[in-house]
Nanobody, 116 residues
Framework: QVQLVESGGGLVQPGGSLQLSCGAS????????MSWYRQAPGKERELVAS????????SIANSVKGRFTISRNSAKNTVYLQMNSLKPEDTAVYYC?????????WGQGTQVTVSS
């Protein structure tokens, strides 16, 4: 059974940092492209960052470039999103995604709230 379990969300003040983690099980982690998406209230889900199977390639959304970093650890079947210099507009539910060909899996999401 495929599972993606996000953790690390919470309430943080503007300018603060959080690290999100996504633990994967039930599939061959190293064979999948891993991504983080987010969805703010009333908005569509958007791609934040992606990392290739062997970490050779990363892509970051312009809105978070220079502040967020994606990484993965195949030994732990985990993908991370390091978020620095957080802004109120980063407030959203953050989702982990695993993708390979036509296969597409999602986690349940973790809430990130940036507010003073």
């Amino acid at each position: 059974q495929v599972q993606l379990v996000e953790s690390g969300g919470g309430l943080v003040q503007p300018g603060g940092s959080l690290q999100l983690s996504c633990g994967a099980s039930g599939f061959t982690f190293s064979a999948y492209i891993m991504s983080w998406y987010r969805q703010a209230p009333g908005k569509e889900r958007e791609l934040v960052a992606s990392i290739s199977r062997h970490s050779t390639s990363r892509s970051i959304a312009n809105s978070v470039k220079g502040r967020f970093t994606i990484s993965r650890n195949s030994a732990k079947n985990t993908v991370y999103l390091q978020m620095n210099s957080l802004k109120p507009e980063d407030t959203a539910v953050y989702y982990c995604n695993a993708r390979r060909d036509s296969e597409n899996y999602w986690g349940q999401g973790t809430q990130v709230t940036v507010s003073s």
